[in-house]
């Protein structure tokens, strides 16, 4: 025999509810603890977590009196929220719709003039062969990009800084190594042959 599954939350709010609407009365947690699981099932564990989510959806309504704290729910409060709730979400549908429906002329009023006629298809061809020809052209434009006077200003620009750079690292090369033969007393092709430092090394012009 298979074992009996237990309540959902949803059922659980569904009971509790049934005790505050049946009885009418202010009750604190430890006497819903003792009650619930009697009466309607409802594990003395669960219901603290059943009664709080109840209390955060404004259903229960709950109040610390000295050092207790009381919870309690009648159903003409809970009829009214459900009106309010309706509303609320009537208002919403309403609004929905307005969007839903402005959205539709909107639509309808894009389609028009996109009507598939002969004229538009030859349109929509002449403009794919405009905007192949147009990609065609810039492929073109930029193989003849290195003649442009900006582009090899610079280029010219970017040469000269790059010869710098090459020249202040010469430079560095050339006073390691005049240090290393005065401190070491190594000889010039000693240490270049160390370093992997060609014959020819000497700066740009």
């Known amino acids: 025999m298979s074992k ?15 005790i505050f609407f049946e009885k009418k009365d202010f009750f604190q947690l430890k006497e819903l603890e003792k009650i619930a699981p009697k009466e309607k099932g409802i594990t003395s564990m669960s219901v603290k977590d059943v009664v709080q989510s109840l209390v955060d959806d404004a259903m229960v309504d709950t109040d610390k009196i000295g050092t207790s704290i009381y919870f309690w729910a009648f159903p003409s409060k809970t009829s009214q929220n459900c009106k309010r709730k309706i509303s609320e979400l009537t208002h919403k549908l309403e609004e929905s719709e307005k969007k839903r429906t402005a959205t539709k002329q909107m639509i309808e009023k894009a ?76 000889e010039e092709r000693v240490i270049d042959k160390q370093f992997g430092i060609p014959e020819d090394f000497d700066y740009l012009d």
């Open 4 to 18: 009996r599954k237990g309540l959902s939350l949803e059922e659980k709010r569904t009971r509790m509810m049934e």
């Open 111 to 186: 389609k028009k003039g996109r009507e598939e006629t002969d004229q538009r298809a030859e349109l929509l061809t002449e403009l794919k062969e405009k905007e192949d020809l147009k990609s065609r052209l810039g492929a073109e434009l930029e193989q003849y990009r290195e003649c442009d006077p900006e582009v090899l200003k610079e280029i010219q620009n970017e040469t000269g800084t790059a010869k710098e750079a090459v020249n202040r690292w010469t430079d560095n090369v050339f006073n390691i190594k005049s240090w290393c033969k005065k401190k070491f007393g190594f």
